[in-house]
């Protein structure tokens, strides 16, 4: 029993970061109206960032963390306007294509400036606390508790602001949105900037406590991508739902059966939805 | 009677685009489907080729029913239609596009193009007389090797019905086939229709907002608004309805 | 078509042929020969996946996980005895049964859709060939692979593979029957179909056309191919292991295709060959060369989609047109 409650508490910290990486990317879909195939390569770079600030100029976790989100929030801005801007009218395979450039760009970057091996990441709070036999780490509460600020927040911009409501209206009906003066670009902009930001404070967050590897980002990637669909591509509360279920299951699948093929099942899983519901989960009809 | 539609309806996010539609199309007609902006016209295509599935409601092609089947099915069953934003393979040309059309009516598969039997032979100068028989017939014979890219509107409009007719179809849906057109293109269209039932004895079920083109051409006109049937009849008929008039009311004039 | 008018139309690459014959007698270097046979076997990879990716238009990320199903099949079942020439049709067969089943869920939903599932389905071939050690070697791979078995040529005798030329010439065997077999689908009211379904699949539903069908077979004739190259391959190298079926091989025919043309016969082949000298010339930017691969995917993306043979075609196409309505201009001024 402690060892099913142990996992499930390890699920649902992953679960958080899941959930944060895969809002990211399901409000850049509603904008771009593809999914973003460099976000996990982002995701990765948020951390490595924060890892260099901490390790060359000895910058606080905290510091770094923030230091870490803006600097992503700039690239995804970049990343928005250099690689799917110019596609935005072409055919979808096209903007997939450009985002592959983007992803062997990162990836390749950052083999080159801090090698491909994986680093390590101290961790600002070692502590552990015991509660109903549960070992829980304090970075992986914080973890928790972060990840589920940064949730309530967004849903808040989302639902209760001005800039919020324009994100919703461009995802909704860009063209409607343009006719009514919104800055369409603009709004674009913002909602990649988010999306990487958030992406990049899971990452710092979570860093402390797996290794830190080039790679890392690939994989994560493909399982937001994953959890988008399954979820619905533009449906936050399934990217939410979704990426606590794919922590879950991926914690009680790797403690109780195999660890090394807990990513096939996730992905197995998605091939076996797509096959029975096309269109994801919560996904609405193609017409 | 070729085509049967019945108590059809089509819901989006509880908006009933269509709404317990039902009608009839003759065979060897020229049918006219009118409206306001927004009346469901362009959806009740939708439904009746299969690109839409009905919320509600049965379609029966001579007698039988094809409600929900997938689109290419109901295509080769025996009915086309062109699109109101004119769709055509613009990656390619205009005797590429007609040869897609005619796809249909080849029988031969992977293993006759790959081993270049004698059925392969035969779907190919099949489909070369077919697509030459086509061109002239849309009047497009010195444009054949064009990129689509490069035709005017008009000839485009005349090729997606070219598309359409080369399948050999009983019945062909028009959406708007004369769609920001000016006059002398619009007359141009209107006689290729005509010259479509004519010669063909293909049944024609057109969209149109042309109000003058759609009475000289129709034989039998339906309108809807809001996405029921408000009137059935002959041109004459339709334009001394007090339902029809006053659903024009600030659009179109009927004169 | 008679001999003369076909060599008068076709001399070009008549003559790329005799000259692709004579190739072993003109290099000399093993490694550049090497280098040569590796470019036929990775044309037949970008030419198939050419098929699926760029006449039908839908985006397999999985190709390289055929490739590696295809190599692990010839690798293990020819070190069991099998003779290469069986193994490697029934490796291919497997690659394209698997792809029938993977196409199956995948090629219903939205083009955004596949491409995600075959990138997860490819991962999963490379996890499970990865972790699978009773039957792959794990990590470590498969070593040891014999080369394909002698051929007997009557008159001949017995045809070893050992030398250099005579890989080559197996290689360019395999790339110029798979080039006749894309040219027949591809130049055909299949092929046009496929494009069909490329340019607008609604449509291509509206008149008649079975899309799903249609992506189905493009998919597995590509995976076939797809599985072909890598029987071949791991038997000609003699080593493989998870990494032959990595994603980043697939994004390498990638920008094969890309650069060199896609929707073009001779582009997947150009890309191909170019794209690897280039690497090689480039060996001492060591990775940054990735970098620069990265940027050079995003620029022609954007400003020149069609590729270098792509391009090229528009060019003459260009001069064709322009050509012709010199003539007739010419013809309207003096008639």
Request: proline share 3%; aromatic share 10%; hydrophobic share 50%.
């Amino acid at each position: 029993m402690q060892l099913f409650l142990q996992q499930i508490f390890n699920g649902i910290m992953l679960g958080s970061t899941y959930a944060i990486v895969a809002l990211g990317l399901t409000l850049v879909f509603g904008i771009l109206h593809i999914p973003n195939f460099a976000h996990g390569h982002l995701y990765m770079l948020g951390a490595y960032i924060s890892f260099f600030l901490m390790t060359l100029y000895g910058f606080g976790f905290w510091t770094a963390l923030i230091t870490s989100m803006v600097i992503l929030g700039l690239v995804g801005m970049l990343i928005e306007r250099v690689v799917y801007r110019p596609l935005q009218d072409k055919p979808h395979i096209n903007s997939f294509i450009s985002a592959v450039g983007a992803l062997i760009i990162l990836e390749t970057s950052v083999i080159v400036l801090w090698g491909p091996q994986g680093r390590r990441i101290p961790n600002p709070y070692p502590d552990i606390v015991e509660l109903l036999g549960i070992t829980m780490s304090h970075q992986r509460l914080l973890v928790i508790v972060a990840a589920i600020a940064m949730i309530v927040v967004l849903q808040i911009f989302i639902k209760k602001t001005t800039p919020g409501a324009t994100i919703e209206a461009v995802a909704q009906n860009r063209e409607g949105a343009m006719l009514v003066g919104i800055n369409v670009n603009w709004v674009s902009s913002l909602t990649f900037a988010i999306s990487t930001a958030t992406a990049a404070a899971a990452a710092c967050l979570v860093a402390p406590i797996f290794m830190i590897s080039p790679t890392m980002g690939a994989l994560l990637g493909m399982k937001a991508f994953v959890i988008v669909i399954l979820g619905g591509l533009g449906s936050i509360p399934g990217a939410i739902l979704g990426g606590y279920i794919l922590g879950i299951l991926e914690a009680i699948g790797g403690g109780y059966l195999s660890a090394a093929y807990k990513d096939v099942y996730a992905f197995g899983a998605l091939i076996l939805i797509l096959s029975i519901r096309p269109t994801g989960l919560f996904g609405k009809e193609v017409s | 009677m070729l085509l049967e539609v019945k108590n059809l309806t089509k819901n989006f996010a509880g908006l009933a685009a269509v709404s317990n539609v039902s009608l009839q199309v003759r065979e060897g007609e020229i049918l006219a489907i009118v409206g306001p902006n927004g009346a469901g016209k362009t959806v009740l295509f939708g439904l009746i080729s299969g690109l839409l599935r009905p919320t509600r409601g049965q379609i029966y092609l001579q007698g039988e029913e094809i409600t929900g089947w997938k689109p290419h099915r109901i295509a080769c069953q025996g009915i086309a239609r062109t699109f109101q934003t004119t769709a055509l393979f613009d990656q390619l040309r205009v005797v590429d596009n007609l040869a897609i059309g005619y796809r249909q009516r080849t029988t031969g598969g992977f293993w006759s193009t790959l081993l270049h039997t004698r059925r392969w032979e035969e779907d190919k100068d099949r489909t070369t007389a077919k697509v030459m028989e086509i061109l002239s017939f849309i009047g497009l014979a010195e444009k054949a090797f064009h990129f689509v890219s490069t035709l005017s509107q008009a000839e485009q409009k005349r090729l997606s019905i070219g598309v359409a007719l080369i399948s050999q179809p009983k019945m062909i849906l028009l959406d708007e086939p004369t769609g920001g057109l000016i006059l002398e293109d619009t007359d141009e269209i209107t006689s290729l229709i005509r010259k479509i039932h004519e010669t063909a004895g293909i049944t024609v079920c057109l969209i149109e907002h042309k109000m003058r083109m759609v009475m000289d051409l129709a034989q039998r006109m339906i309108v809807l608004n809001f996405g029921s049937v408000i009137a059935e009849g002959t041109p004459g008929e339709i334009s001394n309805n007090p339902d029809v008039i006053e659903a024009y009311l600030g659009g179109e004039s009927i004169a | 078509m008679t001999w003369i008018k076909f060599l008068r139309e076709k001399w070009f690459y008549a003559l790329l042929l005799i000259l692709a014959l004579l190739l072993p007698l003109l290099i000399t270097n093993r490694y550049h020969f090497q280098i040569v046979i590796m470019g036929c076997l990775f044309s037949i990879a970008a030419l198939s996946l050419n098929l699926i990716l760029g006449y039908t238009g839908q985006a397999s990320m999985a190709h390289a996980g055929f490739f590696g199903i295809g190599a692990y099949g010839v690798a293990l079942l020819t070190k069991e005895g099998m003779s290469f020439w069986l193994a490697l049709p029934l490796s291919s067969l497997l690659a394209a049964l698997v792809g029938f089943l993977i196409g199956l869920p995948t090629l219903r939903a939205r083009g955004s859709y596949f491409a995600i599932s075959t990138m997860c389905f490819g991962v999963i071939i490379s996890i499970v060939a990865g972790n699978w050690i009773e039957l792959t070697g794990g990590y470590n791979g498969v070593v040891g692979i014999p080369l394909p078995n002698p051929i007997f040529l009557p008159g001949v005798g017995d045809l070893g593979f050992q030398t250099q030329a005579a890989q080559y010439y197996l290689v360019l065997a395999f790339l110029l029957l798979t080039l006749l077999i894309m040219h027949r689908l591809v130049y055909s009211l299949m092929g046009l179909g496929f494009m069909a379904i490329r340019n607008n699949e609604v449509l291509a539903g509206s008149v008649g056309i079975n899309t799903f069908a249609g992506k189905i077979l493009s998919f597995v004739v590509a995976n076939f191919f797809a599985g072909l190259a890598g029987g071949i391959y791991a038997s000609l190298i003699g080593t493989i292991s998870p990494a032959t079926a990595a994603l980043e091989q697939t994004f390498g025919w990638l920008i094969f295709v890309l650069l060199g043309g896609i929707a073009t016969l001779t582009g997947p082949i150009v890309g191909a060959f170019v794209i690897p000298v280039i690497m090689e010339y480039l060996q001492f930017l060591t990775e940054y060369r990735l970098i620069i691969f990265g940027v050079l995917l995003i620029v022609v993306i954007i400003y020149f989609p069609r590729g270098l043979m792509g391009g090229f075609t528009t060019l003459q196409q260009r001069v064709k047109d322009l050509y012709a309505q010199r003539r007739g201009e010419k013809r309207a001024a003096g008639g």
